[in-house]
């Protein structure tokens, strides 16, 4: 049975807001700030490509598909604990 209370409702509130924050700031990190500075990056290289490049075209894609993972398994070990999982 789930605990309807305030306080585990703003738990729950707290810990998912914290959640979309960080993915929000690894989604920034990875959608701007790295293609931004693409040029320094190129400097050194991964697999034979530069840096920079690899980035762009593999590294941000493979970063936003484990965000979507990370942030599906951890809400829903939110929602678990805090008994409003469907």
């Not at 690894?26 to 959608?31: K, S, V, Y």
């Not at 991964?46 to 942030?71: D, E, K, N, R, T």
Request: charged share 15%.
């Amino acid at each position: 049975m789930a605990d309807n209370s305030a306080q585990n409702r703003a738990e729950h509130w707290r810990k998912t807001r914290n959640l979309t924050i960080l993915i929000l700031v690894l989604w920034a990190i990875f959608g701007i700030i790295i293609p931004y500075n693409a040029d320094v990056l190129n400097s050194m290289s991964f697999l034979g490509f530069p840096l920079g490049y690899w980035f762009c075209v593999q590294g941000s894609l493979i970063a936003f598909v484990l965000m979507i993972w990370f942030q599906n398994w951890r809400q829903d070990t939110i929602d678990d604990e805090h008994g409003v999982s469907e």
